[in-house]
């Protein structure tokens, strides 16, 4: 958890000297990207990542039945993608605040889902389990459970009452229930992804395109295991993916 306090308190920093402000908002640090200078790319290239996905699917002539699988999966080769073209403008870039723009796109884009998204996967579990056991009738009670949940890994709730209200803003938990630990999983199998590309990128290369384009004709752990060997019930997959933060964040 301290990576991602760490990545919260360098963001409130950075922003406290940009606004020149000693009262930091949390919603600030959130909006404070040089957006009318490098547009928010993350959206245009996580969905044409799923639309890759697919057409090569396609061209290998994957068969429809085996077109379709986990949703974390998924995810994984959206993000995975979010984090390629993030780091690469990061490494090319000269300019300092570009250069730090592209770093807080790899980590918004879902760098630190393993800890921002989580805490929504965690709200939604808890409103469920909440409102089967009668123990959540009203809007306080989902502050409350907001910020219980929340507490857990950020260190703004106990600063910015506004936080506990989360529970409104996320559209997922209308739009498409219980869908958000997909990006938790995602984020964490990208990592794993990326770190396996940066150790050897031609032969990683080789073997992804091979497991995007194959479709899923048998379980995710195995196809995992079969093309890029990796363990999905290994709890070192985790280790690996923090350790890959903090890389990033000191
Ligand atoms: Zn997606």
Redesign the pocket.
């Known amino acids: 958890m301290e990576v991602y306090r760490h990545y919260q308190r360098l963001r409130t920093r950075h922003t406290r000297k940009i606004l020149a402000v000693e009262q930091v908002n949390v919603w600030d640090t959130a909006a404070f990207t040089p957006s009318e200078i490098t547009p928010r790319f993350s959206i245009e290239e996580?969905e044409s990542a799923?639309a890759i996905h697919r057409q090569l699917m396609s061209n290998h002539q994957v068969h429809p039945v085996y077109a379709d699988g986990p949703h974390f999966i998924?995810?994984s080769f959206?993000i995975f993608s979010e984090f390629l073209l993030a780091d690469y403008l990061y490494l090319h870039e000269t300019d300092p605040s570009k250069k730090r723009y592209y770093l807080e796109r790899f980590f918004d884009g879902k760098g630190m889902a393993l800890y921002f998204t989580a805490q929504d996967a965690a709200l939604e579990q808890a409103i469920y389990e909440g409102v089967q056991r009668g123990e959540v009738e009203s809007a306080d009670d989902l502050d409350m459970l907001t910020y219980q949940t929340i507490n857990r890994f950020d260190i703004w709730v106990v600063r910015h009452d506004q936080v506990k209200m989360r529970w409104i803003t996320n559209q997922l938990f209308y739009e498409d229930p219980l869908y958000c630990i997909n990006y938790v999983y995602g984020s964490l199998l990208a990592l794993k992804y990326y770190d396996l590309y940066l150790q050897a990128p031609v032969p990683f290369v080789t073997k992804y395109i091979a497991l995007i384009s194959n479709g899923f004709d048998a379980a995710p752990d195995n196809l995992l295991k079969e093309f890029l060997d990796i363990d999905l019930h290994d709890p070192q997959v985790l280790v690996d993916a923090v350790q890959s933060l903090e890389k990033k964040v000191r």
Do not use: D, L
């Open positions: 996580h799923h998924f995810e959206a």
